[in-house]
């Protein structure tokens, strides 16, 4: 594998999908074989008798190669509330979604995994996000959801991220809310408050056209 990234929100919803599908595009087009994960799911449905969620069906079918589902999301969860109580009865171990990880990076040059909710959102009892970013040992992208608040949770997911000792490779701006005021100054501020690079901006789109999301 030449290299992989962990993508964060700096919330749930924060848009970290389309961040990641982007990003597999543009790593398609550069030549790359490029597979994605969101190893932990909440709010998932039953398809063809297992649990699916609709992000990670939508990572798999931007992938280079076919994966088998469970590969991309091997911790599925029906109720839409945070990973350490959905699955009580099924707790995540993180040592399970490496040995998954392991098994894509086997087989291609980019492996892009999205986090569940935040950098500090619980996985477990005792782990989170930040530890399976540790566990991956991945370089991880920011992914900002630019609404109201989006600088200060920008620079806490940042200054978290710094804390950690994890590099960080840059942050995406992701466009959500049409309403918003002065987003472009927004996320100036946000540029200015992180060193690390902006690696783009994905503007607000109404319906999910994926073929609009272009780094």
């Excluded at 350490?84 to 291609?108: D, E, M, T």
Aim: charged share 15%.
């Amino acid at each position: 594998m030449e290299q992989g990234y962990f993508i964060t929100g700096t919330d749930t919803n924060a848009g970290k999908t389309w961040a990641t599908i982007a990003l597999m595009r543009y790593f398609k087009q550069q030549g790359k074989t490029v597979v994605g994960m969101k190893p932990v799911a909440s709010g998932c449905s039953k398809q063809d008798g297992q649990l699916k969620n609709q992000d990670a069906l939508l990572i798999q079918e931007n992938a280079s190669l076919k994966i088998d589902y469970d590969l991309i999301n091997p911790y599925a969860y029906e109720l839409p509330v945070s990973p350490h109580i959905a699955g009580i009865n099924n707790p995540v171990n993180l040592a399970n979604i490496v040995g998954s990880f392991n098994a894509l990076k086997a087989v291609a040059d980019i492996v892009l995994v999205e986090g569940a909710g935040g950098w500090y959102s619980p996985l477990n009892d005792c782990e989170d996000n930040s530890d399976l970013a540790k566990s991956l040992a991945l370089p991880v992208i920011i992914v900002v959801a630019i609404r109201l608040g989006c600088i200060n949770h920008a620079k806490l997911t940042w200054q978290a991220i710094q804390h950690s000792g994890i590099p960080c490779a840059g942050w995406i701006a992701v466009c959500l809310d049409p309403d918003m005021l002065k987003p472009d100054e927004n996320i100036q501020t946000i540029k200015t408050a992180l060193n690390v690079p902006l690696l783009c901006v994905l503007p607000y789109l109404a319906n999910n056209d994926f073929d609009f999301l272009y780094l």
